[in-house]
């Protein structure tokens, strides 16, 4: 069965940076993108990027440009998210989830990660 | 950015209630529009996918209609299991972006 397994909590002082890190199975890696999509407490969903596992290309929402980074390790089907320059803002969950590549097409999130709570405080 | 307005953003209802969700785009996003269940602490759940297409397993008292830049997602026979917050989603360019999210209550 599919499943996306993410790392566990952090906590962060303001000016550092989180690394998360999704890792897949049940599928072939390369065969749907991951986006990272978060939520602050209590406020809605937020997508923040897409990497395609099979040649590492990324997307970045332009809020993170210059902050975010998505990369991927195919040996292990992970993908990582790293955050920088981090604030109090940015404490939220964070999830990972994959949706199924198609030519000519695009599809929505299928699976889901369970969320890694990252917590930015001084 | 296509901006993605749902509402209401509360609604309260009861057990055997019809209820509906609207979520409107800023831009015409054609049928690349899903619905997600989220229970508190868990991960949202994708419902219906293209607008109108129910996912394997989604109980048929769901449903889902529109295209272009009106939406809407349907709850028939409401059922106490039916207590979460229900987001829109346009998948058709990115940034990929979410409606604000809809808390339904079961009186």
């Known amino acids: 069965q599919v499943q996306l397994v993410q790392s566990g909590a952090e906590v962060k002082k303001p000016g550092a940076s989180v690394k998360v890190s999704c890792q897949t199975s049940?599928?072939?890696?390369?065969?749907?993108?991951i986006h990272w999509v978060r939520q602050a407490p209590g406020q809605g969903l937020e997508w923040m990027g897409i990497i395609n596992p099979g040649g590492g290309s990324t997307e970045y929402s332009q809020r993170f440009q210059g902050r975010l980074t998505m990369t991927r390790e195919t040996s292990t089907s992970t993908v990582y998210m790293e955050l920088s320059g981090l604030s109090s803002e940015d404490t939220a969950l964070y999830y990972c989830?994959?949706?199924?590549?198609?030519?000519?097409?695009?599809?929505?999130?299928?699976?889901w990660g369970q969320g890694t709570l990252v917590t930015v405080s001084s | 950015d296509i901006q993605m307005t749902q509402s209401p953003s509360t609604l309260s209802a009861s057990v055997g209630d019809r209820v509906t969700i609207t979520c409107r785009a800023s831009?015409?996003?054609?049928?690349?529009l899903a619905w997600y269940q989220q229970k508190p602490g868990k991960a949202p759940k994708l419902l219906i996918s293209?607008?109108?297409s129910l996912e394997s397993g989604v109980p048929s008292r769901f449903s889902g209609s529109g295209s272009g830049t009106e939406f809407t997602l349907a709850i028939i026979s409401l059922q106490p299991d039916d207590l979460a917050s229900y987001y829109c989603h346009q998948y058709n360019s990115y940034p990929y972006t979410f409606g604000q999210g809809t808390k339904l209550e079961i009186k």
């Open positions: 293209e607008a109108s």
């Open positions: 989830a994959r949706s199924p590549i198609q030519l000519w097409s695009r599809n929505p999130f299928d699976y």
């Open positions: 049940g599928y072939t890696f390369t065969t749907s993108h």
């Open positions: 831009q015409s996003i054609s049928s690349r």
